[in-house]
Nanobody
Framework: VQLQASGGGLVQAGGSLRLSCAAS????????MAWFRQAPGKEREFVAA????????YYADSVRGRFTISRDNAKNTVDLQMNSLKPEDTAVYYC???????????????????WGQGTLVTVSS
C-alpha cells in the first residue's frame, strides 16, 4: 500500500488547511488511517485516527474541536480538515495506515506499517 499526503502550506494563525492522504494498492481500502505530525526537534506525535469498520474518529487533546478527520471511500482518501490553526500546529504532517488498528495502540507510531511522505504545514503568528 502506498500513501501520498498533500495539502500542506503556509497559513496565518486562525486560518484553515485541508490535508489529504491518497491510498493506493490492493488492500488499501481495508486500512484504518491516522495522521501524525512532527515539529522541528520533537518526536512524531499522534493527531487523529479514523477506524474504517466503525467510522469512529479519535483525536489528540491538542487538536480536538479544531481538526476533523474523514474518509472518502469513493476516492480512497483520508482528509484532515484543520481549522483555527495555531503556530504550535506547525509541523510536517504524515498519514499512516494499518489494518485493524487497536484503540489501545493507535496513538503509537510504531504500530503503523505504511507511511506517506509528509507534507509541511506552517502557521504564522
Amino acid at each position: 500500500v502506498q500513501l501520498q499526503a498533500s495539502g500542506g502550506g503556509l497559513v496565518q494563525a486562525g486560518g484553515s488547511l485541508r490535508l489529504s492522504c491518497a491510498a493506493s494498492g490492493r488492500t488499501s481500502s481495508g486500512y484504518d488511517m491516522a495522521w501524525f505530525r512532527q515539529a522541528p526537534g520533537k518526536e512524531r506525535e499522534f493527531v487523529a485516527a479514523f477506524i474504517r469498520h466503525s467510522g469512529s474518529t479519535y483525536y489528540a487533546d491538542s487538536v480536538r474541536g479544531r481538526f476533523t478527520i474523514s474518509r472518502d471511500n469513493a476516492k480512497n482518501t483520508v482528509d484532515l480538515q484543520m481549522n483555527s490553526l495555531k503556530p504550535e500546529d506547525t509541523a510536517v504532517y504524515y498519514c499512516a495506515g494499518k489494518s485493524n488498528i487497536s484503540r489501545l495502540t493507535m496513538t503509537l507510531k510504531g504500530v503503523y506499517r505504511n507511511w506517506g511522505q509528509g507534507t509541511l504545514v506552517t502557521v504564522s503568528s
